[in-house]
């Protein structure tokens, strides 16, 4: 039997799990009822994997959620029939989400999409389908209808900050442009941490591996994607309007955005404290002194070393950071 590219010889029986996760898988849906262990086995066994198709984990059912919390990846998707026209990466708490929503006009069908995980198939939740509904998007909102009507704009783009979802952004529609937004890591951290504490349901320990993988794939952007590759630092573009003017044209797209956006995104706090406009009301951020604050992001700060000497930015807590210290033999 062929199935999502995999020859599975394993014996459906009607109306029990495996053959159900047989028909979504036939079907596309993209769900399969239940959870556990079991059903992945008994998938696996027997199945002959295409060439570059990519199994996570122990046990995996392609492309689908497979018990509490956990997501494995999809065989690899083919190309896109057009190119994006840009792709928006950088660590998290950068200034990427900003970028995005000036570049985001919906009206003159030019749209950049914060994070909207367009190379997988996992379901949006209802914060997320509201965020696309609010820029036009029709229903039903599921990965394949945004990926759709974002590549019907004139000008199509995306924001990734996860290292998984750039890289397979880049191979999936090959972005004409590539822009970097690079921001000191010791603000991007404390700036996490702040956001993770204020947040409903805050998590136990700093995710520092949110960081510490994305970094690698941004050096190796800047070492291999130089023809098309742009970086923008955070501290002067909010600080200089003319560095986002110099931006806009060497991207041939306008900076019109509307940053109210960040409401529709449940990020109203962030509208609020910087008044709907570009402001350095972030830059400067004092580096924390808490001793548990330090303790949380002293090790994620060690490994990002290298994203700090190569971005022109200090590597200790205690240094400080003037604008003329950055360094300027960086692609624009």
Request: some cysteine; charged content about 25%; aromatic content about 6%.
């Amino acid at each position: 039997m062929q199935t999502a590219g995999l020859n599975i010889g394993v014996v459906r029986k009607a109306g029990d799990r495996r053959d159900r996760c047989f028909q979504a898988l036939e079907s596309g849906s993209g769900s399969i009822p239940g959870s556990g262990t079991g059903l992945g086995v008994s998938l696996w066994q027997g199945a002959r994997r295409d060439p570059g198709h990519r199994r996570v984990g122990r046990w995996a059912c392609p492309g689908f959620h497979h018990g509490p919390g956990r997501e494995y990846d999809l065989p690899p998707m083919r190309s896109s029939p057009r190119q994006l026209d840009l792709l928006v990466v950088g660590l998290a708490r950068s200034g990427t989400t900003l970028l995005a929503n000036l570049l985001t006009n919906p009206a003159a069908h030019r749209v950049c999409l914060a994070e909207p995980r367009v190379t997988t198939r996992r379901a949006y939740r209802p914060e997320k389908q509201a965020y696309f509904r609010a820029l036009g998007f029709p229903d039903p909102i599921t990965t394949s209808t945004v990926a759709g009507h974002l590549l019907a704009q004139d000008r199509a783009g995306i924001k990734e900050v996860r290292a998984r979802h750039i890289t397979a952004a880049i191979g999936r529609f090959d972005p004409r442009r590539i822009v970097l937004v690079t921001r000191d890591a010791r603000a991007a951290l404390a700036s996490y941490y702040e956001k993770n504490k204020g947040s409903e349901a805050p998590r136990k320990t700093f995710p520092a591996r949110l960081f510490l993988r994305t970094a690698p794939v941004l050096l190796r952007l800047l070492e291999r994607e130089r023809h098309r590759l742009t970086v923008v630092r955070y501290e002067t573009f909010v600080a200089d309007e003319g560095e986002r003017d110099r931006l806009a044209e060497t991207l041939g797209w306008p900076l019109d955005g509307d940053l109210g956006i960040f409401d529709s995104m449940r990020r109203g706090g962030e509208t609020g404290k910087h008044d709907h406009t570009v402001s350095t009301r972030s830059v400067g951020r004092p580096s924390p002194t808490d001793p548990v604050i330090l303790a949380a992001l002293t090790p994620a700060l060690a490994g990002l070393t290298g994203y700090q000497r190569a971005f022109g930015y200090p590597v200790a807590w205690d240094e400080r950071l003037e604008p003329g210290d950055l360094p300027v033999n960086i692609p624009a």
